[in-house]
C-alpha cells in the first residue's frame, strides 16, 4: 500500500543527494530546467530500490553534454539523436552513479517503419503526456523539490492501476512496444492493467509487428527477469500480443474434450515457470535471474500441441514433444534476435527435461547417471532446477516419489563426482595418444576410437592408460582395414 507521507519523504531524500543536488545545480546556474523523471519517481514513492537515476530538460543534447562534463568523469553521447547525453557523475564524499538525461521529447511512429522518430518537446507537461503509463508519467524538479503530475500517476499508484496517459491508440500508436511494456510492468509492480488500456492491446496488438525483434526480446527479458512473470505472461496472450511474437505459448492451450483427458498444458507451463523461479532463488539466492533457465521453463512443453495424439480408451500421449519442442524453441528464438549461447541452453534443457522420469520409474546404473551429467554437462545445475520444477501433480505420494528420486541422482551424481572426477569425464587416451598407437592419422578412426573408449569410461568408470591402451588394440584388431 502507498503511504504517500513516506513517499515525499523518500522523494525529498532522492533530491538531496549528493548526485542529484550538484546536477541540480549545475543546470539551474545554466539557466535549465531538470527533473527526475519516471523510474526513479514512481519506485521512490512506492518504497522500492532505486537503481538508475533519469533526468529530463528543456536543455538540448549539446548542452546537456557542456553542462554535466565538469562534474563528469566519463560521458556517453550514442544516444544524442534520442536526445539523451549518459554520464558517470562523480561528487566528492558521495559514490559515483550513472546517470541518463533526455531533452523533452516525443516519440513517434509512422505507422511503418520500425524505428520512432524524435522530436524535441518544450515543456515537461508535454514530455510527461507522451510517457507510457501515467505512473511513469512523474517527474520531480530540482532543485525545487516539486512533484509534477500531470495525469494523475499519484492516484493510479494507490490504486494499481496501469492506464496510459492520453488516449490508448494514441499512446500505443506512438510506440506499440508500450503495450508489451503494460504486461512487464503488470509482473514488476504486480498492478493491474485499466480496462480501457487492456482493450486497446487486444484491439492494436497486431501493430506490434512494425516493432523491431531485438526490442520485443528486450521487453521480453525484462519481463521474465521479475518476480512473476506468469502475470504478465497471460495479459500477453489474452490479449493476443504473444501470437505475434511467441506463438508457440498461447498455442499450449490446447482444446480439452470429454473423452480424452490430459493435463492443461498452458497452466502447468506457468506453473513451472513460477516453480522454476522458487527454486532458482532457494538455491541459488542473491544470483541475478537466469533468463535461459526461464525461457526453458516456459517453453518446455511446446512440442505438445505437434505431437498430441489421441488413443482409443481415452488415452492422449506427446511422443518425442522434447525433441520437437527443443528445435522449435531454436528456431523461435533465433528469429527474436537471441544470442547463441541463450538459444543452446534453451533448446538443450528443453531436450533432456524429460530424461530424468526414466530414473524415477526404476534406479539407474552408474553408467547412466554418467550419461545423463556427459549429456547435460556445464548445464547439469539448471536441468536439476527444470526437473524438478516441472513436478506439478496434485498428488501428494507421487510428487513426494519423485522428489525422493531426484534428491538420490543428486546425490549419486555427487558421489560419483568425489570418486571419479565427474566433471572432466574424460577417456583414459586423448586423441593423440590414440593416433600413437595405432599408427594412424587424424581423421574418422581417430573419433570411433575416443567414443569406442568413451563408451568404457560411462559403463566402467576410470581405467588405467595400460588398459585402454591394450582393449584400444583388441578393438582395431577386430576392424576390417586393421592390418
Not at 537503481?51 to 538540448?60: E, I, S
Not at 526461464?294 to 505431437?307: E, M, Q, V
Not at 498428488?395 to 568425489?418: H, T, V
Amino acid at each position: 500500500m502507498l503511504n504517500m507521507v513516506e513517499g515525499i519523504a523518500r522523494l525529498g531524500a532522492l533530491a538531496d543527494s549528493p548526485v542529484v543536488a550538484a546536477l541540480a545545480r549545475a543546470f539551474d546556474d545554466a539557466g535549465h530546467e531538470l527533473s527526475i523523471v519516471g523510474g526513479p519517481v514512481r519506485d521512490a514513492l512506492l518504497g522500492r530500490p532505486t537503481h538508475d537515476l533519469d533526468f529530463t530538460t528543456d536543455a538540448r543534447p549539446d548542452d546537456i553534454l557542456r553542462i554535466v562534463t565538469p562534474l563528469a568523469s566519463k560521458t556517453w553521447d550514442v544516444g544524442r539523436a534520442f536526445g539523451t547525453i549518459a554520464a558517470r557523475i562523480k561528487v566528492q564524499g558521495a559514490p559515483a552513479e550513472q546517470v541518463e538525461i533526455t531533452t523533452y521529447r516525443a516519440d513517434a511512429y509512422d505507422g511503418k517503419t520500425r524505428k520512432p522518430s524524435v522530436e524535441f518537446g518544450d515543456t515537461l507537461d508535454g514530455d510527461l503526456v507522451r510517457r507510457d503509463f501515467t505512473v511513469n508519467a512523474m517527474a520531480l524538479r530540482v532543485p525545487q523539490r516539486a512533484l509534477v503530475d500531470p495525469t494523475g500517476g499519484v492516484e493510479d499508484l494507490l490504486a494499481g492501476v496501469l492506464r496510459t496517459p492520453i488516449e490508448p491508440k494514441v499512446s500505443f500508436g506512438d510506440d506499440p512496444l508500450r503495450m508489451m511494456r503494460a504486461a512487464r510492468f503488470a509482473s514488476q509492480l504486480g498492478f493491474d492493467v485499466h480496462p480501457d488500456t487492456l482493450e486497446a492491446m487486444e484491439r492494436l496488438h497486431q501493430t506490434l509487428r512494425i516493432v523491431s525483434a531485438e526490442r520485443i526480446q528486450s521487453e521480453l527479458v525484462r519481463m521474465l527477469q521479475t518476480d512473476d512473470p506468469a502475470r504478465g505472461i497471460r495479459i500477453l496472450v489474452d490479449t493476443g500480443l504473444m501470437d505475434e511474437f511467441l506463438p508457440e505459448v498461447p498455442a499450449l492451450q490446447l482444446e480439452m474434450d470429454e473423452h480424452h483427458h490430459h493435463k492443461d498444458v498452458y497452466e502447468h507451463s506457468l506453473t513451472v515457470l513460477q516453480q522454476t523461479i522458487d527454486l532458482e532463488k532457494a538455491r541459488h539466492p542473491g544470483a541475478e535471474p537466469d533468463v535461459a533457465l526461464r525461457l526453458a521453463a516456459l517453453l518446455h512443453d511446446i512440442g505438445k500441441p505437434a505431437t498430441r495424439r489421441l488413443e482409443a480408451g481415452g488415452g492422449v500421449t506427446f511422443h518425442h514433444h522434447d525433441v520437437k519442442g527443443s528445435r522449435m524453441a531454436r528456431k523461435r528464438l533465433k528469429e527474436l534476435r537471441f544470442d547463441s549461447q541463450t538459444i543452446d541452453a534453451v533448446a538443450r534443457l528443453i531436450e533432456l527435461h524429460l530424461r530424468f522420469f526414466g530414473y524415477a520409474e526404476g534406479a539407474w546404473t552408474d553408467s547412466a547417471v554418467r550419461r545423463y551429467v556427459r549429456d547435460a554437462d556445464d548445464l547439469l545445475e539448471r536441468l536439476h532446477i527444470l526437473t524438478r520444477a516441472d513436478v506439478t501433480t496434485r498428488n501428494r505420494r507421487k510428487a513426494a516419489r519423485l522428489a525422493g528420486a531426484y534428491d538420490d541422482i543428486e546425490r549419486r551424481i555427487s558421489e560419483l563426482a568425489e570418486q571419479e572426477a565427474l566433471d572432466a569425464l574424460r577417456p583414459a587416451l586423448g586423441g593423440t595418444e590414440i593416433m600413437a598407437i595405432l599408427g594412424i592419422p587424424p581423421g574418422r578412426d581417430v573419433g570411433e576410437a575416443y567414443r569406442f573408449l568413451m563408451d568404457i569410461r560411462l559403463d566402467e568408470g576410470e581405467i588405467s592408460s595400460d588398459e585402454a591402451e591394450s582393449r584400444l588394440r583388441d578393438w582395431w584388431a577386430t576392424r576390417d582395414h586393421a592390418g
